[in-house]
């Protein structure tokens, strides 16, 4: 990928990923966590927050540490390398707030041409799933590789 | 009798650990309210048409 990122740390099943955001703001330990919707389904949900100091966390926090676009590019980080272990599992991803979601879409868009390379992804729009588009308000997401194993 | 004591002071012991507040720490956005909002939105969207196979 070749927009900056932070290191990443993850758990040995790659469910979990953590890195520290670091800016004016100092330095905030953000989480990117995987769930399976139902056992056996190949959808996973993906949350991602923000972890303070006493260990809470927040999906809602704005955390405006002057690094946006290199936090968004190492949550994609992140998915590429959930989809090392998962080659078959499809990414559902949604925003706790518009604004949140929001956000995805323009790590997407940022990050597309590396994603299109070995991923699709599709958009939720009017209750309904297309391939993604550029520049569309989408509710939700879900990303998956091209060529499963 | 050294049975009831012991009894006794259990049941004190379990009244007292019950009016005792616990703070929940997450450790895991998955455990989350919010989060877990966000898997009950997307089992709604994953029924609906268009979801690549």
Redesign the interface.
């Known amino acids: 990928m070749n927009l900056e990122k932070y290191e990443i740390e993850s758990s040995s099943t790659y469910l ?1 990923f953590e890195f520290y955001s670091k800016g004016p703001k100092g330095k905030i330990k953000k ?1 990117v ?1 995987f ?1 399976q ?1 139902e056992l056996d389904s190949v ?1 996973y ?1 993906i ?3 923000d972890v303070d100091e ?4 927040n ?2 926090a704005i955390t405006d540490n002057n690094d946006g676009q290199k936090v968004l590019a190492t949550v994609v980080l992140s998915i590429f390398k959930f989809f090392e272990k998962y080659p078959n599992a ?1 990414v ?1 991803a ?1 925003g ?1 707030s518009k604004s949140r979601t929001r956000l995805y879409r323009i790590g997407i868009t940022n990050n597309w041409t590396e994603i299109e390379k070995n991923y ?1 992804v ?1 958009g ?1 729009l009017n ?4 391939p993604f588009e550029k520049g569309k308000d989408y ?2 997401f ?1 990303i ?1 590789a091209k060529n499963k194993k | 009798m050294k049975v009831n004591n012991s009894s006794s002071t259990l049941l004190e012991i379990k009244k007292q650990a019950s009016k005792i507040k616990v703070n929940h720490k997450l450790d895991s956005i998955v455990d989350t309210p919010f989060f877990k909002k966000k898997m009950e939105k997307g089992r709604k969207m994953l029924t609906a048409p268009g979801l690549p196979k």
Do not use: C, H, P, V
């Open positions: 979990r989480q966590e769930e919707f959808f949900n949350g991602f927050g006493y260990g809470n966390i999906d809602l499809s559902f949604t706790s699709e599709y939720f209750s309904y799933w297309s509710e939700a879900i998956r």
